[in-house]
């Protein structure tokens, strides 16, 4: 089936910067759109970015234009989720998602997801 594995959470200072990877497990998925979510204490997951299977398409929470720019690298099999200019409101926990079937798709319901990573934004 595979998995996805998150990594390079933290705790850093606002206006920082941190990058998370996602690197699958046990398969593939360079030819799958991908995503992140996070989580924030107390609150529903949400959205924060999306991308198509070559990079071609992203799409962002509003929240986060401007900040975060999430890529991809089908060769090494690992998408990354660049965030600068951190604020406390960043603060959660991250994952990365994938689906079993869309190439573009940007959208919200993925099959995939990794068991998150924290970021801890201090103020």
């Known amino acids: 089936q595979g998995k996805l594995v998150e990594s390079g959470g933290g705790l850093v200072q606002a206006g920082g910067s941190l990058r998370l990877s996602c690197a699958p497990s046990?398969?593939?998925?360079?030819?799958?759109?991908m995503a992140w979510f996070r989580q924030a204490p107390g609150k529903e997951r949400t959205f924060v970015a999306g991308?198509?299977?070559?990079?071609?398409?992203?799409r962002y929470a509003d929240s986060v234009k401007g900040r975060f720019t999430i890529s991809r690298d089908n060769a090494k099999n690992t998408m990354y989720l660049q965030m600068n200019s951190l604020k406390s409101e960043d603060t959660a926990v991250y994952y990365c998602?994938?689906?079993?079937?869309?190439?573009?798709?940007?959208?919200?319901?993925?099959?995939?997801w990794g068991q998150g990573t924290q970021v801890t934004v201090s103020s």
């Open positions: 998602a994938a689906r079993n079937d869309y190439s573009d798709y940007l959208g919200y319901e993925y099959h995939y």
């Open positions: 046990g398969r593939t998925f360079n030819t799958r759109a």
């Open positions: 991308i198509s299977w070559n990079g071609g398409s992203t």
